[in-house]
């Protein structure tokens, strides 16, 4: 059985957004994308932050928003939507549906607990994106969020080398999920190139 000329539609549009995102400058990093270094210096322990530019991390942003947010046919919650094509493969299926679940079990764990409370990583991604970088909304939960946790440059150290590791987390899903619908595409006799 045939996939349905919109699931192919989709599922092109997610190989080829992804495979631009790969093309990007972020990824230049190699496997050493984002962390930290402690160092002594002194008598006195010091961390040494490192991620891509700010640069590197607004075009990244730009794209990969549309695999997390819902208006977008591509995001990855609404790729469930394919589910109902009898045409696509139960190993697709399953393996969106895999590591979907494993993105989003990262996300719920808990980034940072103190005085101020408990956050997740998907509390760390909203409050970056939707609190800091992506609009500026002062009745938005994200925005307080961030007001909140981040006061100070360590602070915002800290949480924005999480936030780096989000984002490598996302990418490592959506790219997963690239090759298993690439794979999906050529069951179907549909080739995409890789770029």
């Given at each position: 059985?045939?996939?349905?000329?919109?699931?192919?539609?989709?599922?092109?549009?997610?190989?080829k957004r992804v495979d631009y995102v790969r093309s990007l400058s972020y990824f230049e990093g190699g496997e050493e994308i984002v962390g930290f270094e402690l160092k002594k210096v002194g008598d006195k322990w010091q961390a040494d932050f490192y991620q891509p530019s700010d640069e590197k991390r607004d075009a990244l942003l730009f794209n990969i928003r549309l695999f997390?947010?819902?208006?977008?046919d591509i995001s990855l919650r609404r790729l469930v939507e394919l589910y109902d094509?009898?045409?696509?493969?139960?190993?697709?299926?399953?393996?969106?549906?895999?590591?979907?679940?494993?993105?989003?079990?990262?996300?719920?764990?808990?980034?940072?607990?103190?005085?101020?409370?408990?956050?997740?990583?998907?509390?760390?991604?909203?409050?970056?994106?939707?609190?800091?970088?992506?609009?500026?909304?002062?009745?938005?939960?994200?925005?307080?969020?961030?007001?909140?946790?981040?006061t100070d440059k360590n602070e915002f150290e800290i949480m924005h080398n999480t936030f780096h590791t989000v984002l490598v987390w996302i990418l490592a899903v959506v790219i997963n999920i690239s090759v298993a619908s690439r794979e999906e595409l050529q069951r179907h006799g549909i080739l995409i190139s890789a770029s």
């Open positions: 059985m045939t996939i349905k000329p919109e699931t192919q539609k989709r599922l092109e549009d997610f190989v997390i947010q819902d208006k977008d094509d009898p045409g696509i493969s139960s190993v697709w299926k399953e393996e969106h549906e895999h590591y979907r679940k494993e993105l989003n079990k990262r996300l719920d764990r808990i980034a940072a607990e103190g005085k101020k409370g408990k956050i997740t990583h998907r509390d760390v991604l909203d409050m970056f994106l939707y609190g800091k970088f992506g609009h500026r909304d002062e009745d938005d939960k994200s925005y307080k969020l961030y007001q909140e946790w981040i």
